[in-house]
């Protein structure tokens, strides 16, 4: 793996930048070209082949926020999820995942795999015995998403690292909730890092896209899949990820502070009943949080009291958006069970913990006092509807 030699906002920065020669613009010109020369040069630019200058640029710099050698840039988190996972299995292989995981990655395996002939067992637990059990002889993937969407579980990335290099399996994380900013997997072991970086990447709510970061080894395998099934990004999407990105340090470090903030304030509030952060000394995963995570991200969920509506109170917020995605500026919430999750079915929610009243709240960089008062007049009115 690389070293890192430069801080963290200085690699959001500068990083994978391309050098306006022409002109001398403080930023990366943008290459809007579809058709490169391929006669006499070194590279035949394309963009399916994930080669464009502006694709290349944006690579490096995840890369090196995620200190792997090399890396893809996708049009969706979802591209960049099943083009990595499939890329190491074919027909007869076995998978193992993390029970709690997106629902959009669960739909993937449940109803596309089987049609592959590929076999995936789901963990029921986040110790190593959950896992270790259910690798097979034809096992050749572990996946793991920590924090998990969306009862911010944490698994112990050195422990499935290990077990991963015991029984010579790939390893492979959704690293979307804590961002390269808060988790560094490549530095526990773990073999290919995911993203969807529509959300703390892009930061904005305004642009849809995912990348793959690893080895040039792992990543050389996934991009032959990748040119064939297609799932690139615009090189204007891509410019406008990579300006972006170059605020995310400091835009999640905010995120995480006001997160903190936020999860002491509900966690002592009379009208809730459960807050799931691991930033909170009494969440399960705190303690392995603390040893791979330099901040506890800006993403949590909670519950209110039985008898209060969790619908009701969402319409009835002002400041804090109801929105279906995550991590932008804004802080919103949603309900999983009706938006990220609902495919996986009521008594499949249930089985994971997924309650109909369970709010997950993605938090913004605005004033805390401003976010408490929005929810403190949103409780009041639904209490005296």
Request: glycine share 8%.
């Amino acid at each position: 793996m690389n070293k890192k030699t430069k801080g963290v906002n200085t690699i959001c920065t500068h990083v994978g930048e391309i050098k306006d020669e022409q002109f001398k613009g403080a930023v990366s010109p943008l290459f809007m070209s579809s058709s490169y020369a391929f006669q006499d040069v070194d590279v035949k630019r394309y963009p399916r082949y994930f080669n464009t200058p502006n694709q290349e640029g944006l690579a490096k710099k995840i890369a090196a926020l995620e200190n792997c050698e090399a890396g893809l840039i996708f049009g969706s988190g979802m591209a960049a999820i099943s083009t990595a996972v499939m890329a190491f299995l074919e027909a007869g292989d076995h998978i193992v995942l993390q029970g709690d995981i997106y629902g959009g990655t669960y739909n993937l395996v449940v109803e596309q795999f089987n049609k592959f002939g590929i076999e995936y067992s789901f963990s029921k637990g986040m110790q190593s015995d959950d896992f270790e059990k259910l690798i097979k002889s034809n096992t050749k993937v572990i996946y793991i998403e920590t924090p998990s969407n969306p009862l911010l579980k944490i698994t112990d990335l050195k422990m499935i690292s290990a077990l991963a290099k015991k029984h010579n399996l790939i390893s492979m994380i959704d690293n979307t909730f804590a961002s390269p900013i808060n988790q560094v997997p490549a530095n526990f072991g773990i073999d290919i890092i995911i993203h969807s970086a529509t959300k703390y990447m892009g930061g904005h709510s305004d642009m849809c896209a995912g990348a793959v970061v690893c080895s040039e080894e792992h990543i050389n395998k996934i991009f032959h899949l990748a040119k064939n099934l297609g799932g690139s990004l615009s090189d204007y999407t891509v410019w406008l990820l990579e300006r972006s990105m170059k605020t995310m340090g400091i835009r999640v470090k905010a995120q995480n502070e006001n997160a903190q903030k936020m999860a002491e304030y509900l966690d002592a509030h009379n009208d809730i009943n459960t807050v799931y952060y691991p930033g909170l000394k009494k969440h399960d995963g705190h303690e392995i949080a603390k040893t791979q995570m330099s901040g506890f991200g800006g993403m949590m969920s909670f519950e209110l009291n039985d008898g209060l509506n969790a619908d009701l109170f969402q319409k009835t917020l002002q400041l804090i958006k109801p929105s279906m995605s995550l991590a932008g500026v804004e802080s919103t919430v949603l309900s999983p069970s009706e938006t990220s999750h609902a495919l996986l079915g009521a008594e499949e929610r249930k089985s994971r913990g997924i309650s109909d009243g369970l709010i997950r709240f993605s938090v913004g960089i605005e004033e805390t006092d401003d976010l408490i008062e929005d929810i403190e007049q949103a409780l009041t009115k639904i209490k005296n509807a």
